[in-house]
C-alpha cells in the first residue's frame, strides 16, 4: 500500500526511471552508424576529435534519447498493455514529465546540433522531425508496420553514417557512401519489424498496424529477413564491382551466419525474434563497418 501511494504521489520522475526512458541500449545502432561514417569519408579526424565526439553523443543519448522519451509518451497507453512496470505507465515518470523531457531533448539535440555544421545541423533537423512523425499524432508513422520500420531503419542507420561522413569532410559524402548508408538503412526496416515482436498484443488492441499484427509471426519474420537481406546482397555486389572483393567477401561471410541465425528463428519466430536481435543485428551491423573501411580505401 505505501508503495503505490508513494507511486500515485510522486511528483517528479526517478532519476533511473528517467535514465530507462531515454533506454541507453537503444543508442549503439545510431552511434555505430555514425563512426561507420566518420570511417567511410576517408577524412583524417586528427584536429577535428570534438566533432567525433559530439556527433557519436549526439547520435547516441541526444537524438536517439529523445526519440526514445518521445516514442515512450506517445505510446504510454500501449505501454500499459505490453509493459505495465514501464516508467510512465508505472507511475514513476509521473503526470506530463515524460513530454516535458521529450521536448527538452529535441531543444537540447537541435543546440547539440548546430555545433556540427550546417550538414550536421541539418540532419538533427531531420532526425528529430523523423522521430516525431514516427510516434506522434496525427502523422504516427508507427501505425505503419511498412512506413514505421522503414522511417526508423534510415533514422538509426543512414542518418548518422550519412552524417558522420558529412560532418567529417566537411561536405557531400560521396556517391558511394550514400548509396552504401542508404542499402543499410533499407535493411534495418527488418530489424525495426522484429523488433515489434514484443509489442504484439498491445499494438494489435490499440490499433498499431506492425507486421507482426498484420501478417501474424511466421511471415512478418520472413519479410523481415528478406528485407535485411536484400540490401546486403546489394552491397557484396557493389563491394565486387568497385574492386573491393575481400570486403565483398567478408560481408558474404556474416550474411551467411545470418542465414544460420535466421533458421533458428524460424522454428518459434514470436519467441526467438529478441534472441535474433541480439544475434543477428550483432552480425548485420559488424558487415557494416567492413563496408565502411571498404569505402575508406576507395576515398583514399
Not at 500500500?1 to 533511473?16: G, N
Request: net charge positive; proline share 8%.
Amino acid at each position: 500500500m505505501s508503495v503505490t501511494t508513494s507511486i500515485q504521489l510522486r511528483r517528479y520522475p526517478e532519476p533511473s526511471a528517467a535514465l530507462r526512458l531515454i533506454k541507453p541500449i537503444t543508442w549503439f545502432p545510431p552511434m555505430w552508424a555514425y563512426v561507420c561514417g566518420l570511417i567511410s569519408s576517408g577524412a583524417s579526424p586528427v584536429g577535428q576529435w570534438s566533432l567525433v565526439v559530439l556527433g557519436v553523443l549526439l547520435a547516441g543519448p541526444v537524438v536517439c534519447g529523445m526519440s526514445q522519451a518521445a516514442n515512450d509518451w506517445c505510446d504510454r497507453h500501449v505501454d500499459a498493455i505490453n509493459e505495465p512496470d514501464r516508467p510512465i505507465p508505472s507511475g514513476r515518470i509521473p503526470g506530463r514529465w515524460g513530454l516535458y523531457i521529450a521536448l527538452a531533448m529535441s531543444a537540447l539535440s537541435l543546440m547539440v546540433g548546430w555545433q556540427l555544421g550546417p550538414w550536421g545541423f541539418a540532419a538533427t533537423i531531420a532526425g528529430v522531425l523523423a522521430a516525431w512523425a514516427y510516434s506522434a499524432e496525427p502523422v504516427r508513422l508507427k501505425r505503419s508496420g511498412w512506413w514505421g520500420p522503414g522511417l526508423v531503419g534510415l533514422s538509426y542507420e543512414t542518418l548518422p553514417w550519412f552524417t558522420g561522413a558529412a560532418v567529417l569532410s566537411a561536405g557531400a559524402p560521396s556517391i558511394p557512401v550514400v548509396l552504401i548508408a542508404v542499402l543499410y538503412g533499407l535493411g534495418a526496416h527488418g530489424i525495426m519489424t522484429l523488433n515489434d515482436f514484443k509489442a504484439l498484443e498491445g499494438d494489435r488492441q490499440m490499433g498499431v498496424n506492425s507486421l507482426p499484427v498484420t501478417l501474424g509471426p511466421v511471415k512478418a519474420a520472413k519479410v523481415a529477413c528478406f528485407v535485411m537481406t536484400l540490401p546486403q546482397i546489394a552491397v557484396i555486389g557493389l563491394l565486387f564491382s568497385w574492386g573491393k572483393p575481400l570486403h565483398a567477401l567478408g560481408v558474404a561471410a556474416v550474411l551467411l551466419v545470418q542465414f544460420w541465425a535466421m533458421s533458428v528463428m524460424f522454428k518459434d519466430p514470436k519467441a526467438k525474434a529478441p534472441w535474433y536481435n541480439g544475434t543477428g543485428v550483432l552480425l548485420y551491423v559488424s558487415g557494416m563497418m567492413i563496408t565502411a573501411f571498404a569505402l575508406r580505401g576507395m576515398a583514399g
